[in-house]
């Protein structure tokens, strides 16, 4: 079982739409969580962090159950920029275990 | 914000060469970086955890010999790829962390695509 899981879509949607993505995560022990972005063949760039009591960047919202071992982050109003893999990461202590991503293409 | 610089941006090389990768913290003091190899369409897999002044730890599959690791200063890391074969064509990409705390972010230098013919 890989440690870190996210449905790898891709998801196509269209401009404006609202598109949620879900990842577990098997490490109980792990202690911090991320959003990174990653457009084709370019280093992943962070776009947020998860917090237990949720959190919202602008169009963004980052969710976090502990208890289910649950993230999640919701895009809404959809950009055509908006187009790249997301992918989830959980951290213990110096140990960051990516997710495969979920790939995500907006259309006009 | 901090800044991770990764050389070169590509390499295509022959069979049987060894290829060398920097990664350097220009604004910071790494005690730690990470480097990744990701497959097209495949997420970042850790191959090792670079500790400055100390041996790599290599991730369970990866071997040492292969791929060498050193981190003489706390802002350089450099991984060797010897005797290079197609299989080894991939995505390399570093990391490091302002600290090492948990909640410390990671910054990524821009990769490293690797050809191998």
């Known amino acids: 079982r890989k440690e870190v899981e996210q449905d790898p879509g891709p998801f196509n949607v269209p401009e404006g739409a609202t598109v949620a993505f879900n990842c577990t995560y098997s490490?109980?022990?792990?202690?911090?969580f991320f959003w990174y972005r990653q457009d084709c063949r370019k280093e992943p760039k962070l776009l947020m962090s998860?917090?237990?009591s949720g959190n919202e960047d602008g169009r963004f919202t980052a969710q976090l159950n502990r208890a289910s071992q649950y993230i999640s982050l919701l895009i809404r109003d959809s950009k055509l920029s908006d187009s790249a893999t997301y992918l989830c990461?959980?951290?213990?202590?110096?140990?960051?275990?990516f997710g495969a991503g979920t790939r995500l293409t907006v259309k006009p | 914000g901090a800044v991770v610089s990764q050389h070169p941006s590509w390499v295509i090389c022959k069979s049987g060469t060894s290829v060398k990768i920097e990664c350097r913290s220009l604004?910071?003091?790494?005690?730690?970086m990470f480097w990744y190899r990701q497959f097209p369409k495949q997420s970042l897999m850790l191959m090792a955890t670079?500790?400055?002044?100390?041996?790599?730890?290599?991730e369970q599959g990866v071997e040492k010999d292969k791929f060498l690791i050193n981190h003489a200063s706390l802002t350089l890391s450099t991984l060797t790829v010897t005797s290079a074969h197609p299989e080894d064509s991939s995505f390399y990409i570093c990391?490091?962390?302002?600290?090492?705390?948990?909640?410390?972010?990671?910054?990524f230098g821009s990769g490293t695509q690797l050809s191998v013919l």
């Open positions: 990461v959980a951290r213990h202590n110096n140990d960051m275990r």
């Open positions: 990391s490091a962390s302002l600290g090492p705390r948990f909640n410390e972010k990671l910054f």
């Open positions: 670079s500790n400055e002044g100390s041996k790599a730890t290599y």
């Open positions: 998860v917090y237990s």
């Open positions: 604004d910071f003091q790494a005690t730690t």
């Open positions: 490490n109980s022990a792990s202690q911090s």
